[in-house]
């Protein structure tokens, strides 16, 4: 191999500090970190109540709780990611956003104290999408655009 195939020793073998992170990417980091226990915390306590209550469908009460604590697995790891400048912790971090619009419309939809709940959920979604895709967040991540080469 010549000098010009061969890697060079990766510079993020250092400890992450907060100085390397910009303060946006912290934020997205919070967020998705946010969203994620959020998901876990509903998903127990379907479960709880799917199992000591008595609710009309008891299976499908264990199956939905079950469901939000796995979907927390895709948020929480995309804050981790993104708490730790890995780019390719973006993706994950911009599906879960994605997917929690519809959500936070159909929230919106019901007439209940689903509402504010929407609200909160729109306003995350939307925000964590601005910092994600962020020019000062794709450079700390190492993103480059397509047909860019590595400098």
Same mark, same amino acid.
């Given at each position: 191999?010549?000098?010009?195939?061969?890697? =060079?020793?990766?510079?993020? !073998?250092?400890? %992450? &500090?907060? $100085?390397?992170?910009?303060?946006?990417?912290?934020?997205? !980091?919070? @967020? =998705?970190?946010?969203?994620?226990?959020?998901? %876990? %915390?509903?998903?127990?306590?379907?479960?709880?109540?799917?199992?000591? *209550? $008595?609710? $009309?469908?008891?299976?499908? *009460?264990?199956?939905?709780?079950?469901?939000?604590?796995?979907?927390?697995?895709?948020?929480?790891? =995309?804050?981790?990611?993104?708490?730790?400048?890995?780019?390719?912790?973006?993706?994950?971090? %911009?599906? &879960?956003?994605?997917?929690?619009?519809?959500?936070?419309?159909?929230?919106?939809? =019901? $007439?209940?104290? +689903?509402?504010? *709940?929407?609200?909160?959920? +729109?306003? +995350?979604?939307?925000?964590? @999408?601005?910092?994600?895709?962020?020019?000062? &967040?794709?450079? !700390?991540?190492?993103?480059?655009?397509?047909?860019? &080469?590595?400098?």
């Amino acid at each position: 191999m010549s000098s010009e195939q061969t890697p =060079a020793a990766p510079e993020s !073998a250092a400890p %992450v &500090t907060a $100085d390397l992170r910009p303060r946006r990417l912290t934020y997205a !980091a919070a @967020l =998705a970190a946010l969203e994620g226990l959020a998901l %876990v %915390v509903g998903g127990v306590w379907m479960l709880v109540l799917g199992i000591s *209550a $008595d609710p $009309d469908d008891r299976q499908q *009460a264990v199956t939905g709780g079950v469901t939000l604590i796995v979907l927390a697995l895709l948020p929480l790891l =995309a804050a981790r990611g993104l708490w730790g400048l890995r780019g390719w912790s973006r993706g994950p971090a %911009v599906i &879960t956003q994605i997917m929690a619009l519809p959500v936070a419309y159909n929230l919106l939809q =019901a $007439d209940s104290m +689903a509402i504010p *709940a929407g609200i909160a959920l +729109a306003t +995350a979604a939307i925000a964590s @999408l601005v910092l994600l895709v962020n020019g000062e &967040t794709t450079r !700390a991540l190492g993103i480059r655009g397509p047909g860019r &080469t590595p400098e």
